[in-house]
């Protein structure tokens, strides 16, 4: 059925078994649906992302991964408070965006793409700003893979006492962390990432005491996460709005196999292993990894376009008859081309594009 492997950071590749859901049809209203799937998905949600899962509740928004970080920044930041976000890449900016868009009041710190967010310079920053109330960054930076340093940067905002909001949107399912450990107040994640779910909604992970102080700080209806997460509480798991109920269906039977594969751990360990044969792989045929080692994540890899001439939409066709479709770059500082190795794919999968390229003549 596969007509080629995705390579991308989401939507991924999926197994037959979560498209196989697909195929019934699920009445919103019906219990079937709310009690036994979104129920279900929210719990399992909570105990994925804590040992201590009785501070924590979650809420599932309608859209892409964008729609909950929007619903978490503009439910959580009240219109007496100021946001600092921390940013070194895209969906960094994004939230900057997102800030500008809903009149939040904001201060944003850019790092160079490949950098990783330095705490130091945070601390320093927040001790001298204390007006700041909330703090937001991305685990992972999906722009280019690099790894921000998730324990240094919540102790130091805890420290602060702010509350802490956390972009693991490309992270969570395939990096193992304890929010709870961490104190993370608001942790975002969406359906087609590292569970390995298909593209439909998102989800926030919230300390229970934290989603409470969201009552009416909404800028938008329909990003309400507070609404959202209040309807799903009060009428067991229904939802304000149509709820994408297949592609919900999907995500249940994703969490499902994630279990199977042995949790969080074992699949980060299949993506380290994905990653790791990557590199080698492109390292031998000659290309250059954009991030020095310690930087890069199991998530996405950059690497630098090779010397001229490299025409990347030759080079993305070529793959892409051959059955394996990569991603383009996304950073101003250098031309560049991503492969992600998240995604129901293994080894074998990354064996085989590495001879697909070798076989390229650039
Ligand atoms: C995928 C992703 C998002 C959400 O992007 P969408 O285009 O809305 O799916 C946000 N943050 C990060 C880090 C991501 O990887």
Known sequence: MRTYILFTPGPLTTSETVKQTMLQDWCTWD???????????RSELVRLATDCPGDYTSVLLQGSGTYSVEGALTCSVPDSGKLLILSNGAYGNRMAEIARYGKICHHIISFPETSPVCPDTVDRFLSRHNEITHVSFVHCETTTGILNPLDELCRVINKHGKT????????????????GLL???????????????????GYVIARRDAMETCRGNARSLSLDIYAQWETMEKKCGKWRFTSPTHVVRAFRQALKELH??????ARHTRYEANHRLLTEGMTHLGYKPLLP???????????????????FESFYSELKQKGFIIYPGKISQADTFRIGTIGDINVRDIKALIDAIGSIRT
Request: glycine share 12%; aromatic share 12%; charged share 15%.
């Open 31 to 41: 219990d079937d649906y709310n009690l036994e799937i979104v129920q279900n998905v």
């Open 164 to 179: 802490l909001i956390v972009d693991a949107i490309s992270s969570f399912g395939g990096i193992p962390f304890d929010a």
């Open 183 to 201: 104190n993370i107040d608001f942790l975002i994640g969406s359906s087609n990432k590292c569970i390995q779910g298909v593209p439909g909604f």
């Open 260 to 265: 199977e594969e042995g949790g969080i751990m």
């Open 293 to 311: 080692a310690g930087r890069r994540s199991p998530i996405i890899a950059s690497f630098l376009y090779p010397d001229p001439p490299f025409c």
